[in-house]
């Protein structure tokens, strides 16, 4: 793989390096628990889990501001988290209860909060990208000075619809800044067998769409490439192509054999790359924090987690006449 763009101004003050920190920890902690209530049963359907990649939506989040737009693909949990989200409305959706963000039926895959700016959840690979260069539409047919952050996958850089919208991006010069996740693998397939060019932020060149690689397991590093990228969506330049150098630590759903990668392989990023390590050291040797302020951290997040697995366990389940609302026909 090509060495990523490192920017040069990677400094996170204290307050901002505590909350990616706090952010990122949140973001693993409820997916741990996904995972388990999964294999509990009280999660149904489709469920794709963010570990590993935690760094980049939270990264990104500090890039944008109050009426910026995000939508994504369907492994969305830490994305509907950082608009801010509450955690028992997100994890009472993934368990089908009516408290649900979606009223328990989208489950894991369509969680939405429009008021909040985020707009799902979706699960056909690439179609969020038509989807949300249509918001940034929106925003500059209404003259408004909003952005959308259009996330999705390695895989589906590879979708027809991915260029059309680029195209139609660029001719008009929409506010939207696409990220591309690249976790290198799509469902069962590596980027290496998948792709012909692996340079994934070189996919707008020659529609004249800028693209930047991001060293996306340090979050400074994206938060710095979300700053630069926003503002220049934000500036009526156009479109921009982030290509996130990230990794997944799980399988792609949860049903998963795992043959097209090795343990060590995992366990080497694991090991030597993760976003949460490398945070945690950094505030260590800043002296921003103490252990024993990261112990304290890491206990509210688990009580946060907590509290929303023992709501979402307990939350009523949908009566049966919900069958026949919010339906077409
Ligand atoms: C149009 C379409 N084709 C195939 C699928 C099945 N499918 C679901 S996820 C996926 C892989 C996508 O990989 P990537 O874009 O890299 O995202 P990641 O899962 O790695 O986040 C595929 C092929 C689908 N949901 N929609
Ligand atoms: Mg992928």
Not at 47 to 55: D, K, M, S, T, V
Not at 172 to 194: C, D, F, K, Q
Not at 202 to 227: F, H, K, T, Y
Not at 295 to 321: G, H, L, M, N, Y
């Amino acid at each position: 793989m090509a060495k990523p763009n490192l920017d040069p101004d990677l400094t996170l003050s204290k307050p901002e390096e505590l909350k990616a920190f706090r952010d990122m920890l949140l973001i693993r902690r409820f997916e741990e628990r996904c995972g388990q209530m999964y294999g509990e049963g009280l999660i149904a359907g489709f469920c794709h889990l963010y570990i590993g990649q935690e760094a980049v939506v939270v990264g990104m989040q500090m890039a944008i501001g109050a009426g910026d737009q995000v939508i994504t693909a369907y492994r969305d949990h830490g994305h509907a988290l950082m608009a801010g989200m509450d955690p028992k409305a997100v994890l009472s959706e993934l368990t089908g209860r009516m408290a649900g963000a979606s009223r328990g039926k989208g489950g894991s895959m369509h969680v939405f909060a429009p008021d909040r700016g985020f707009y799902g959840g979706h699960g056909i690979v690439g179609a969020q990208v038509s989807l949300g260069t249509g918001l940034a539409f929106a925003n500059r047919y209404r003259g408004n000075d909003r952005v959308c952050l259009t996330y999705f996958g390695d895989g589906a850089s590879n979708q027809g619809q991915v260029y059309e919208s680029f195209n139609m991006a660029k001719i008009w010069n929409l506010p939207v800044v696409y990220i591309i996740e690249n976790n290198h693998y799509g469902m069962g397939t590596s980027i290496e067998r998948a792709s012909a060019n692996l340079n994934l932020s070189e996919r707008g060149l020659s529609l004249n769409i800028p693209g930047m690689q991001v060293d996306a397991m340090d979050v400074r590093a994206v938060r710095a490439a979300g700053a630069k990228a926003v503002e220049h969506a934000r500036s009526g330049k156009g479109p921009i192509i982030l290509e996130m150098l990230t990794y997944r630590y799980r399988g792609h759903s949860m049903s998963d054999p795992a043959k097209y990668r090795s343990r060590e392989e995992v366990q080497k990023v694991k090991d030597q790359n993760d976003p949460i390590d490398r945070s945690r050291t950094r505030i260590l040797k800043e002296g921003y924090a103490s252990e024993e302020d990261l112990k304290r951290i890491e206990q509210e997040i688990r009580e946060i987690v907590a509290a929303a697995v023992d709501f979402a366990k307990t939350s009523p389940i949908p009566d049966a006449s919900e069958l026949y609302t919010d339906v077409y026909a």
